[in-house]
């Protein structure tokens, strides 16, 4: 059996984040067809906002560097770099997921045992989420306490 590979992609049209305003859960949205539509609307207060950033830069690794694209892999969300709802520490790390599916992707993943990386028929993928998650997340003696904070996140209300 071939685990389907998972893109990051797929989590980061909407996201959950903390309104730099009122500190309310709010929301950004993005479209996959045309992240220009990126929006952040809070319904606590009323904000509401357009993203103006390079919607076709895509961008991980340091924060140092960025050139005003979408940005993953930090506890911020990709575009307006406003703090993600779902984050916590585990260990000294930070554990963050954009929302709910990520969340729960994350808790499947890191709970199968078996989690064995395998190329599909196009070989490895480097852009799948699988390859992406950092060592100490992978690591079986953290797998525990990672499950525990996932499951408070995902209990996280609003
Ligand atoms: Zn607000």
């Given amino acids: ?49 357009n993203w103006m950033g390079k919607a076709n830069v895509f961008q991980t690794g340091s924060s140092q560097f960025f050139s005003g694209g ?3 892999g930090h506890p911020i969300d990709c575009y307006f770099k406003y703090p993600l709802w779902y984050t916590t520490e585990v260990k000294g790390k930070v554990l963050f997921g954009y929302n709910k ?22 070989g490895w993928s480097n852009r799948s989420l699988e390859s992406r998650l950092p060592k100490w997340m992978l690591s079986a003696k953290n797998r525990e306490v990672i499950e525990k904070k996932l499951k408070e996140l995902m209990a996280k209300g609003v």
Avoid: W
């Fill in 1 to 49: 059996m071939k685990p389907e590979f998972t893109y990051i992609e797929q989590f980061i049209n909407r996201i959950d984040v903390e309104c730099p305003s009122c500190k309310a859960k709010a929301v950004v949205t993005s479209s996959p067809e045309n992240r220009a539509e990126t929006r952040f609307t809070c319904v606590s207060c009323g904000s509401t906002k």
């Fill in 70 to 72: 979408i940005l993953m």
């Fill in 101 to 122: 599916e990520h969340l729960t992707y994350l808790l499947n993943f890191i709970s199968n045992k078996t989690r064995e990386r395998q190329p599909n028929e196009h």
